[in-house]
């Protein structure tokens, strides 16, 4: 009988710990089919962050590390310096990333390290239960924002990609989503571009995955998904924000 | 014969390194070891290794993270209050047991602190400084030629173990220039099969974590690592002992405050007074055996430290409290004369008859 449907050879066998509704998985299994496709599962190694993600460790069959809350560039740096033969990725939150990890995002970004950054953008700290997170929207319920995000008090949510993409150094930044099947679609053609640019030499890769979390925004996963195209889009919109090699003939 | 060769403290670790096989060095500038990094940044892309210099500390020890999780003999180095910034990552090190060699090159603390030699960070060194039940392997060079040899060392003693290795030497070391010798050797490999090299298909991922959620797992971990580090404490401990045979009083000094020490007992001896000097040379494992041998043959200790009185608590433990143990300390970058210390031998003496 014809096999028209399968797990990915780059996935474990590990059950998913993720909640009911949570599109780690579908972004999990995105990156897994681009290791598949491009046939690096034996010469990949991840980095998992401190988040919701932390077990990633557990659920890609490379070879992985789990790195300190937001140092995950700055370990994929030592392991891609040391083994440049080796396909390196991250794959971080929003808290990870663009809060505690910022430095270490912008200067492994600024020095074009020749990484694939996967950062799943869903507005809040998942994993420690629902806090404010760098990209929590203005007026969004946290537990640590329990009248809204009150930009005059904490400030503005950060657009990393666009932020990144004022850089010099970056090869390619683009910001995706996965709140319906044509999205799905266009984040994985980004995540496999990242990959492709790292295979070709060609350096820092990131891909920002707008994503939502049912538990901790209080949705239902449709409702959540919804949200993503009515609150999320319009301040975080779709698009490819830099790309070095644009035009570049395949 | 090796040649010899006149060099800085701080450049020979560096190239006591580089000999040593280590060719990835992650750093971020600071006053006194800045020379380690600009040597590595001179040396490593002539001989095929890599030199970069981190956006922080605290980027630098996950770079070493990663490199040591990928197998390679990788390297750090800071002053004071960058190795504060550095304990997150040490943490994780020692929780993921990947080896990994880091120099810190002292200076006076807390806070800022000063740039003067200091030996303030003996317990953040000895200690922990991180998070979590670990320990580091604490090398302390008194001279120029064992900052080059207890570099060699450290890597041997880190990939053997599986630990972090620290260098702890202090300002005065670093920047003061003495002819060494490095003998002609070839670096030891040893076998890392739980290194991230890629699967290649060929084997089951590895995992390099430090995170267990089942506590009875964690607990089993750290089980496991203290059987290491009661191996290492059985096997490693390294100490000098000057003058000791016939001491009635014991001087103890690590580093830089040894040297000082050192003509404060040829001193003391000129005046009659029976003394002589243990010095540390692991200050983790704390050398106990010869602690447990001089109890009994002397009245008192002198303990010569370059801060407030760090190691003086370990060499009560050591002692079990039966001999009284002065402190003989300066602090803040400055460093005692011998007179200072044979003044401190000879109050123990009046003290202890």
Known sequence: MAVVFEKPKSLTDAPFHYCPGCPHGIIHRLVAEVMDELGIEGKAIGVAPVGCAVMAYDYFACDMIEAPHGRAPAVATGIKRCRPENVVFTYQGDGDLASIGMAETVHSAARNENITVIFVNNAIYGMTGGQMAPTSLPGQVTQTSPYGRDVNHCGWPIRVSEMLSTLEGPEYIARVAVNNVKNVKNAKKAIKKAFENQINGKGFSLVEVVSACPTNWGMTPKAALEWIESDMLPYYPIGVYKDRSAGEEK | ??????????????????????????????????????????????????????????????????????????????????????????????????????????????????????????????????????????????????????????????????????????????????????????????????????????????????????????EKKNFERYEKYAEIEKNEAMWEEYMMDDAEYCVVAFGIASRVAKNAVVAAREEGIKVGLIRPITLWPFPTAAFEAAQDKVKAFISVELNMGQMIEDIRLATGCKKPVSLCNRTGGMIPGPDEVLEAIRNAKKGAL
């Open chain 2, 1 to 218: 014969m090796a040649e010899r060769i006149l060099m800085k403290g701080n450049e020979a670790i560096a190239e006591a390194a580089i000999r040593a096989g280590c060719r990835h060095y992650f750093g971020y500038p600071i006053t006194p070891q800045t020379e380690i990094a600009a040597y590595m940044a001179k040396k490593m892309p002539k001989i095929g290794g890599v030199f970069l210099q981190a956006e922080s500390e605290i980027a630098s020890i996950n770079m070493v993270y990663g490199a040591a999780a990928a197998g390679m003999r990788v390297m750090t180095s800071s002053s004071s209050p960058g190795v504060s910034l550095k304990a997150e990552g040490l943490s994780y090190i020692a929780g993921s047991d990947v080896p990994a060699l880091v120099v810190n090159v002292q200076r006076g603390g807390p806070g800022l602190g000063g740039i003067q030699p200091s030996q303030s960070d003996y317990f953040q060194a000895t200690k922990g400084g991180g998070h979590g039940d670990y320990r580091m392997i604490v090398l302390a060079p008194a001279s120029v030629q064992e900052m080059a040899s207890l570099t060699i060392k450290g890597f041997d003693l880190a990939d053997k173990y599986c630990v972090t290795s620290m260098i702890l030497a202090d300002g005065t070391i670093g920047q003061m220039m003495e002819p060494i010798t490095f003998e002609d050797t070839e670096p030891k490999v040893y076998d890392k099969p739980w290194a991230l090299t890629g699967t290649e298909g060929k084997r089951k991922h590895n995992v390099v974590n430090s995170l267990y959620l089942k506590p009875d797992e964690l």
